[in-house]
């Protein structure tokens, strides 16, 4: 079966980075369409970024763009979202998922940005 496990948030300063990965088993990452969503408490869930089957970002929110960047490792079957100044506002518990495994969840990490 299918299984995904996202870590590494937490508290961080405005200004400041964090790395997100997701853990992939149960399917082999590469080849498929791979995304990061975000939602924060009284909002609709938000796509943040997306990388198609060939390794390229095709979709990145305005919101997050120049700023977060979507990427795999392979060998590892781990995809990422680097998050750099981050803002107050990107505040959220995050995501990944899967194109045509889209019941498939995780537990999300929560990335809090405060000062």
């Known amino acids: 079966q299918v299984q995904l496990v996202e870590s590494g948030g937490g508290l961080v300063q405005p200004g400041g980075s964090l790395r997100l990965s997701c853990a992939a088993s149960g399917i082999i990452l590469r080849g498929n369409v791979v995304a990061w969503y975000r939602q924060a408490p009284g909002k609709e869930r938000e796509l943040v970024a997306t990388m198609n089957r060939g390794g390229s970002t095709i979709y990145t929110a305005d919101s997050v763009k120049g700023r977060f960047t979507i990427s795999m490792d392979s060998y590892k079957n781990t995809m990422y979202l680097q998050m750099n100044s981050l803002k107050p506002e990107d505040t959220a518990h995050y995501y990944c998922?899967?194109?045509?495994?889209?019941?498939?969840w995780g537990q999300g990490t929560q990335v809090s940005v405060s000062s």
């Open positions: 998922n899967i194109g045509g495994y889209t019941a498939y």
